[in-house]
């Protein structure tokens, strides 16, 4: 059984103050904020298994925690959807109301069938490690992000990073059919006949609720063994550093395919209480310790500590702290460069889907932390990231800059989310008016 969390979200506020705001709907909303009301009205629709949870509750306070309280939407009722059938009636209700919504992943969700060995269908709330564990028992991986705590749908519906892709492609690359619930609220089955595939591959988060995806899997090669090394340098190895993983590793998109390395800046004032420090990571697949010609260029670089391990692909999320047991090693504000390898990314044509981006070696993002409440702080904190990323961008050679879209603050806008050439704009707009005429999907990175 699926879970898919559909949390209506009061953007402007929350649903009473939108009250003061509208003259036709008054009632149904006195009806929302009088707790209950909601149960009775949608309640008979839903299936069995499905819940609504009003604020106060702690299923309420559960389903509406988020990483990021950046911009977090006021939610005021939870529709913990249990069957597609569930997506599809409270998205009719919520238009019915002229409600606003959005989907929220709950985390659960489960592989419902490995069909021939070479796909599987996949709730559209599963996470992460509940994929890679199930996929595993049965000797299968796929493309999930690096965390164990995200979604598939989540990053796939926007292109969707993760360590496999250098052999096989982003998350979106691996779908061979998705179940969508419309604006509407009418439930589809899109594959690649249907002029809504390339737009769900890349921006897919305007266009649909997916209740479920059919993925490709692929046999775990080499017992599925990977390596990985981890070094940590003092501040002054900078520019030694980058020329090393520039020269020996990233070599313009030609690191090998299953392959990571990766680069962050971070504080720790009890090793070095004036300046940053860089920790670097190089992972590797197929063998059980990360060949010489890759890491001896970083050991002789003189770091200030090194460690490295060997185990199963299932144990990288543990080595780089993403598992969902890991201790938060990383509290605080620090400075990413992703070095994904990128063979299977840019072996699919670039104008094949809405994801824009396929020709990107890199991914650098800052990632700043601060209290949250804090309206001040929050905006200091968000001027601090825009400065650090222009200092970023300044220093490359682009004219523009892109965005990912699962990375994105929200102000970038829709040429940097999905891309510069105007006909991708064009494109997204004509199947908007297509299949969202009244833009009811409109809060994840929008484009109209
Ligand atoms: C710790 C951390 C690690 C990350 N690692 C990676 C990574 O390795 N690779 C990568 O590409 N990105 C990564 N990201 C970014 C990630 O892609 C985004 O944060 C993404 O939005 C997470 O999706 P979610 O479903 O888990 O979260 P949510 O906040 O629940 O969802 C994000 C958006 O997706 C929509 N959505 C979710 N499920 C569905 C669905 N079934 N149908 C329709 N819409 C849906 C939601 O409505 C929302 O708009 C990471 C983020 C964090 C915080």
């Not at 749908?153 to 052999?167: F, N, S, T, Y």
């Not at 737009?199 to 775990?220: E, M």
């Not at 720790?268 to 860089?278: C, G, K, M, V």
């Not at 990413?336 to 840019?346: A, R």
């Amino acid at each position: 059984m699926e879970f898919l969390a559909i949390a209506f979200a009061g953007v402007l506020g929350n649903i009473c103050s939108i009250l003061s705001l509208s003259t036709t709907s008054t009632g149904w909303f006195n009806s929302l904020c009088s707790p209950g009301d909601i149960s009775s009205v949608l309640g008979p629709h839903l299936s069995s298994g499905a819940h609504i949870y009003l604020p106060g509750s702690d299923q309420f306070t559960q389903a509406t925690t988020r990483w990021s309280a950046y911009q977090a939407p006021n939610f005021t009722v939870i529709v913990k959807v249990a069957t597609e059938s569930d997506v599809g009636e409270t998205v009719k209700y919520a238009n019915k109301q002229n409600i606003p919504f959005i989907a929220v992943n709950g985390g659960h969700g489960a592989i419902r069938s490995l069909e021939d060995g070479k796909t599987a269908t996949i709730g559209g709330g599963a996470l992460s490690k509940q994929i890679t564990d199930s996929l595993w028992t049965k000797g299968k991986q796929t493309v999930t992000g690096i965390c164990e705590c995200t979604s598939l749908l989540g990053p796939g519906l926007g292109g969707g990073h993760g360590i496999l892709q250098g052999r096989y492609g982003l998350i979106a690359d691996q779908f061979v059919s998705l179940n969508v619930v419309l604006a509407n609220g009418s439930l589809i089955t899109v594959g690649e006949e249907s002029d809504l595939w390339w737009g769900l591959k890349g921006a897919g988060h305007n266009f649909g609720i997916i209740t479920s995806a059919t993925t490709k899997i692929y046999d775990v090669p080499d017992d599925g063994v990977w390596s990985y090394i981890r070094f940590i340098y003092t501040h002054d190895k900078v520019e030694d550093l980058y020329e090393a993983i520039n020269t020996h590793l990233l070599k313009n998109g030609t690191q090998p395919v299953d392959f990571f390395s990766y680069s962050l800046f971070f504080n720790l004032p009890s090793l070095d209480p004036d300046h940053s420090l860089i920790a670097f990571f190089i992972l590797q697949g197929g063998t059980a310790s990360v060949e010489s010609q890759y890491a001896d260029p970083f050991k002789k670089m003189g770091p200030v500590m090194m460690k490295g391990d060997h185990g199963s692909f299932k144990d990288i999320a543990k080595w780089t702290d993403m598992a969902t047991d890991s201790p938060p090693s990383l509290n605080n504000s620090f400075f990413l460069f992703e070095g994904y390898s990128v063979q299977g990314v840019q072996s699919i044509p670039s104008d094949s889907t809405a994801f824009p981006h396929r020709e990107a070696n890199l991914l650098v993002a800052p990632v700043v932390t601060y209290e949250p409440g804090d309206k001040k702080l929050e905006s200091e904190a968000f001027q601090f990231g825009e400065t650090l990323r222009e200092i970023i961008f300044q220093g490359s050679d682009e004219k523009e800059m892109y965005s990912y879209v699962n990375y994105a603050s929200g102000n970038e806008g829709p040429q940097s989310w999905y891309g510069y050439e105007p006909w991708r704009l064009e494109k997204l707009r004509v199947l908007k008016e297509k299949y969202d005429p009244d833009n009811r999907l409109s809060f994840y990175a929008p484009f109209v």
